[in-house]
Structure formats: structure tokens, C-alpha cells
């Protein structure tokens, strides 16, 4: 069991390198669920990939090509998408912006 972290207050928690070269930072977490914000650089990538959680993304901010199982749209501010579990998915920041990402269960890579 990780230790839960319930509340989040602006700016306290430190944003993250990710491997392809965007940032995250966890927001809360329990057990069975997490919500992470990761930002991007215009022309920043998610890479394609896949994971047994499910999750839900919202774009706090920007504008994103968004592909989940080979099908695109393009997704802005206020616009959401659930990638559900095991599907390859990416994104690709046509702006610079931020996701809002849940993921049930917790993500314990991102905790370590």
C-alpha cells in the first residue's frame, strides 16, 4: 500500500522529466487511483504506448493529436479522452499545453 495523498495545493509538487522529454507531476494518489498533470513543449510527443490501467486524460490547456488503438482526433482545451486498458496510445502537442491524467489503478512507477 503506497501512502495516500489526498489533497494538492497549486505549485507543490515538483514536475518530473519524462524519457521523452516532457514533465509530469503526480497531483494525488491512493491505491486505486492517481491524477497526474504533464506538460508539454509545441511539437512535444507522447510515445506510443500501453499499460494495464485505465485512463482518463483532460486537456487543462493547448491543443493535442491524440491516438489511441490506430484512430486520431484532435483534442483542445476543455476536451477529454479515456484510453481504456492495454491500448496503445500517444499524443503529440500541436501547442504547448498540459494534461490532466487519472489512472486506476495507481501508477507505482511514477511514485518511485
Known amino acids: ?28 494518489s491512493t491505491d486505486e487511483l492517481m491524477m497526474v498533470e504533464f506538460g508539454f513543449d509545441k511539437g512535444g510527443v507522447g510515445a506510443l ?8 486524460s483532460y486537456v487543462a490547456e493547448g491543443r493535442f493529436e491524440v491516438t489511441i488503438d490506430g484512430r486520431t482526433a484532435t483534442i483542445e482545451t476543455g476536451g477529454s ?14 501547442e504547448a499545453g498540459r494534461l490532466v491524467d487519472s489512472f ?8 518511485a
Do not use: C, Y
Open 1 to 28: 500500500m503506497i501512502e495516500a495523498k489526498i489533497f494538492a495545493q497549486p505549485g507543490e509538487s515538483a514536475w518530473t522529466p519524462t524519457p521523452d522529454g516532457n514533465r509530469r507531476r503526480v497531483l494525488v
Open 104 to 111: 486506476t489503478p495507481h501508477r507505482a512507477d511514477f511514485l
Open 49 to 56: 504506448h500501453s499499460h494495464p490501467h485505465v485512463q482518463a
Open 81 to 94: 479522452f479515456i484510453v481504456p486498458s492495454n491500448l496503445g496510445h500517444g499524443v503529440k502537442a500541436l
